[in-house]
């Protein structure tokens, strides 16, 4: 008596594709509203872009919202040259390159202090840098106002030969205002890092400096990769800071440029929207060139292990 085994059934579907998850309504929901968040965020921008393509009289008399009769660039133009922006770019790469280098460089030495090595009171110190960030800047302005008219600095350093109006004190200003964020980040993201690693290079007589630069920093490029996005746009939307410690029209921030674009009596909006566009365009291009890295730097430091 032989017995034969039943043919086996082939599952429905293409071969090699994974089965489809059911929908669900929780995820739709969630899918809606997350939609609906990125459109709040991309329509001021998108009503931006449009307003600066049309011409002023067109917009008074149909309105923002209608639709145009005639599209141009060249408030693009007239804001690059009237509100003068090259200068103004370049005094804000002077402020946010040398802030954003010097806060990701003392940020992660101490992150690796107080992952790596046994610092008393490690723990309390993370907490102090965390606490940091809930202060309000605004409680600072009179403090910090005062503090930096008194400071004295060098002529070639200062030209008013004081911290206020001068380049290092914004700098000085990102710095301290970023640090402790950077360090509670790096930090949870460096203790990701297998320990092995670190006890290896310790028995090969391989000293903190090294151990730091030459074999955490590395590991270390998502997260990096990250707060630089992060702190780029942070710093370079900064508008309070540079009308509080600054006094020279010629120093100021790109971001404080646009008020030239506005008049005693009259507003041209429309060629206020193109210069927000121009002075925007920066933060989005470094965004777009790192958003891999962004994300993944992100979810990399969310689980220890």
Excluded at 180 to 191: D, Q, T
Excluded at 229 to 251: C, E, H, I, P, R
């Amino acid at each position: 008596m032989t017995l034969t085994a039943p043919a086996p059934t082939r599952a429905s579907g293409r071969p090699g594709t994974p089965p489809r998850r059911p929908v669900r309504p929780l995820r739709v929901l969630l899918h809606a509203f997350l939609g609906l968040v990125a459109l709040g965020w991309l329509l001021p921008l998108a009503l931006a872009v449009y307003a600066s393509l049309r011409p002023y009289d067109e917009t008074a008399r149909l309105g923002y919202l209608s639709l145009p009769e005639h599209l141009t660039l060249d408030y693009y133009g007239r804001a690059w040259s009237q509100a003068e922006l090259p200068r103004y770019y370049l005094n804000t790469l002077i402020i946010v390159v040398p802030a954003l280098v010097v806060t990701l460089f003392m940020a992660s030495f101490t992150a690796f202090a107080i992952a790596r090595l046994r610092v008393p009171g490690r723990r309390t110190l993370l907490i102090v840098f965390t606490a940091g960030n809930l202060l309000p800047p605004q409680v600072l302005i009179t403090p910090l106002y005062t503090v930096y008219a008194m400071v004295p600095l060098p002529a070639w350093l200062s030209d008013s030969q004081s911290l206020y109006d001068s380049y290092l004190g914004l700098i000085l200003v990102h710095v301290a205002f970023q640090f402790g964020f950077c360090v509670f980040v790096m930090a949870n993201f460096m203790r990701t890092i297998p320990e092995e690693i670190n006890e290896a290079a310790l028995v090969d007589g391989a000293s903190v400096w090294k151990r730091y630069w030459r074999l955490t920093l590395p590991l270390c490029r998502p997260v990096l990769a990250a707060l630089s996005t992060l702190q780029f746009t942070w710093m370079y939307n900064d508008f309070l800071w540079a009308l509080v410690l600054m006094s020279s029209g010629d120093k100021l921030p790109v971001t404080s440029a646009l008020n030239n674009l506005r008049g005693q009596f009259f507003t041209d909006y429309n060629l206020l929207a193109a210069g927000s566009v121009l002075v925007a365009l920066p933060t989005l291009i470094v965004f777009q060139l790192l958003h891999k890295q962004f994300v993944a730097g992100l979810t990399l430091g969310a689980t220890k292990g």
